[in-house]
């Protein structure tokens, strides 16, 4: 029996960034991010600041999730790892995969420590290249909220189109946030959509 492309977890490496598959030494790193309220804010995990400032996770039930990840052939979890420290400041996920349609969702997370030096830019691109390269997809797409700008100038250098709105999605304290919808597609990255060049440098 054929193993399935997702099996294969990949070691993928930048002038910035690593994507690898979970070590057990990532997750105080892991802890401190998800609970930082920024990051609360922006991935829509919470609803308010009182909530994202109260924000606890349980180390026992993460490193049981993380540590499963590895035998999952329906997705695809690499942590994105600071070569300039060797640590984790994130991680990228193509997941919801839909065989049928050739398409699945992106989702990446990166931490206080690794913002605001391409770290984030370098790592979609990387994935979006193994993706379109290895594994069988025409669509992946993603939804962000719309008051996340930088997230927003991520996905579009790295070729993602905005497709649309999904309008007040998200309720946080007194505000209601639209999702903007994005997708990149095979025959756009590869005619040069993706990030061209060289490996990036921060900006």
């Given at each position: ?31 401190e ?34 540590s ?27 997941n ?17 420590r ?32 719309a ?9 579009e ?31 756009e ?6 990030v ?8």
């Open positions: 029996m054929a193993t399935s492309p997702w099996a294969l977890k990949p070691v993928l490496t930048g002038a910035l960034t690593t994507l690898r598959p979970y070590r057990e030494e990532d997750l105080p790193h892991v802890l991010a998800l609970t930082d309220p920024e990051l609360l804010r922006l991935t829509g995990s919470v609803h308010g600041e009182e909530e994202a400032r109260a924000a606890e996770h349980d180390p026992a039930r993460l490193r049981s999730w993380y499963g990840l590895a035998g999952r052939e329906d997705r695809l979890d690499l942590m994105v790892v600071d070569n300039a420290t060797g640590t984790w400041v994130g991680e990228v996920v193509l919801d995969w839909d065989p049928g349609n050739e398409s699945c969702n992106f989702r990446i997370l990166i931490g206080p690794g913002r605001d030096r391409g770290l984030g830019t370098e790592a979609t691109r990387l994935l979006l290249d193994h993706a379109f390269t290895h594994l069988p997809l025409h669509r992946i797409a993603l939804g962000v909220y008051f996340n700008p930088r997230a927003l100038r991520v996905y250098k790295a070729g993602f189109v905005v497709e649309g709105r999904e309008r007040q999605a998200l309720r946080y304290d007194d505000e209601r946030v639209d999702q903007v919808l994005m997708s990149v597609l095979r025959p990255w590869a005619g040069g959509r993706r061209p060049g060289p490996p990036l440098v921060p900006q």
